[in-house]
């Protein structure tokens, strides 16, 4: 089978490429070639100029202010975005609560919080997982009570892992409602509702997580007494799982990180000439390793987008995208910390940063962060849904198909 963009898409791969030269600017694109890390200004300033070019929110339908594109050109667009030295677009409210505002919000909702969402106006923080309940996430204990009156839920709990919850103003969270118990307990998928959180409300807490590579972009948000509006209720009351499942759906997809894998990949390249193993056959060859199962995992990505085409089990997509996506780019940040060799082994939380002063960096710029990097990098098998878990799912999916 031959997989090939048609004219029309290479036409679009060109336009997204000059555009990303044009408008990234050279501090945020030095930021990216080096792994520092990267600040909420920096991702607003990316973010507003793909808002004024209309490419801030690529699953959006038009109506909603998305650019109307394929999925192929969505495709190419994440690849040329991160090969051009861009940063991904990790705010949750466009890649995850829009799409489910989209399809289940009221048109109130709609009104209210989208246009802030791409204004980047509103940072929205994922309160989905729980101490005990990440990957087995219908398992949740936070509780939403609603008030005799009806106006208000009191929610009570504690979530974690809430990614960027620092630079957030609102929060999109699984809570359970239906708190019956006994033989008229509803199943563990049921009885669960998808509220919309203000941070700033009584009773919200967050707890920075301290990382393995220095950082704190993950949170503790504990939930005490919390009052929600009843109008923040998303879909159904006790309908949440359905909201959840559509929005943990399109997750998985882009948390393959193809193009993220092909940025890592020609930085791995790079650093190989750099440090003179251009000619290291075993190193050569492990890198072409890395191509050709890159290249396996863009062919089935690329295979499940093409028009008509059907997947066998079509609920483990998703899944195998996942599993394989993150493990390749594990695998491509140990190789990186390998060819920096011995200077990239000493760890400086300080040299992380542009503007990190010289005595700080034990290391060449280039390989100041590949510790960092690689330490980071262990979280990709675990979030969007632990690997492990993920191959459950393709198991029980394949047993029932």
């Given at each position: ?56 929110t690529p699953g959006w339908p038009v109506e ?35 799409p489910v505002l989209i399809r289940y919000g ?296």
């Amino acid at each position: 089978m031959k997989l090939a963009f048609s004219p029309d898409d290479e036409a679009f791969r060109l336009e997204v490429r000059a555009f990303v030269q044009a408008q990234l600017p050279a501090t945020i694109r030095r930021k990216v070639a080096l792994g520092l890390r990267l600040e909420h200004a920096d991702y607003v300033t990316w973010f507003n100029l793909l808002e004024t070019r209309g490419w801030l929110t690529p699953g959006w339908p038009v109506e909603y202010g998305g650019p109307g594109w394929t999925h192929v050109q969505r495709y190419i667009f994440d690849e040329e975005t991160l090969l051009g030295g861009a940063p991904r677009l990790i705010a949750s409210g466009i890649q995850m609560l829009g799409p489910v505002l989209i399809r289940y919000g009221t048109p109130e909702q709609k009104a209210r919080y989208l246009p802030d969402i791409r204004a980047s106006r509103t940072w929205w923080a994922q309160g989905f997982s729980e101490p005990g309940s990440g990957s087995d996430l219908a398992s949740l204990r936070s509780t939403g009570v609603l008030e005799p009156d009806g106006q208000h839920f009191v929610v009570n709990g504690h979530k974690v892992w809430t990614s960027y919850a620092q630079w957030c103003s609102m929060m999109f969270a699984l809570v359970r409602t239906d708190l019956r118990t006994g033989p008229e307990a509803p199943k563990p998928q049921e009885g669960i509702s998808f509220l919309l959180i203000d941070m700033a409300s009584p009773g919200v807490t967050v707890r920075p997580i301290r990382m393995l590579e220095g950082g704190t972009d993950l949170n503790e948000v504990f939930l005490d007494n919390v009052r929600v509006p009843v109008e923040n209720l998303v879909g159904e009351l006790h309908k949440g799982w359905g909201c959840a499942k559509f929005l943990l759906g399109n997750e998985r997809t882009g948390i393959a990180g193809i193009g993220s894998c092909k940025q890592q990949l020609a930085r791995a390249h790079a650093l190989a000439a750099a440090q003179g193993l251009a000619d290291d056959a075993l190193l050569q060859a492990r890198l072409a390793q890395f191509e050709i199962e890159l290249l396996a995992l863009e062919s089935t990505a690329l295979r499940w987008l093409a028009h008509g085409q059907r997947s066998a089990i079509p609920k483990a997509e998703a899944s195998m995208l996942k599993i394989r996506g993150t493990e390749l780019r594990q695998a491509i940040f140990e190789t990186l910390l390998d060819i920096g060799g011995p200077q990239a082994l000493p760890f400086s939380a300080e040299a992380q940063f542009l503007d990190a002063p010289d005595d700080s960096r034990v290391t060449p710029p280039e390989l100041a962060t590949l510790a960092a990097n690689a330490l980071d990098a262990r979280k990709l098998s675990i979030y969007g849904g632990s690997n492990e878990v993920q191959r459950n799912l393709i198991a029980q999916a394949l047993l029932a198909g």
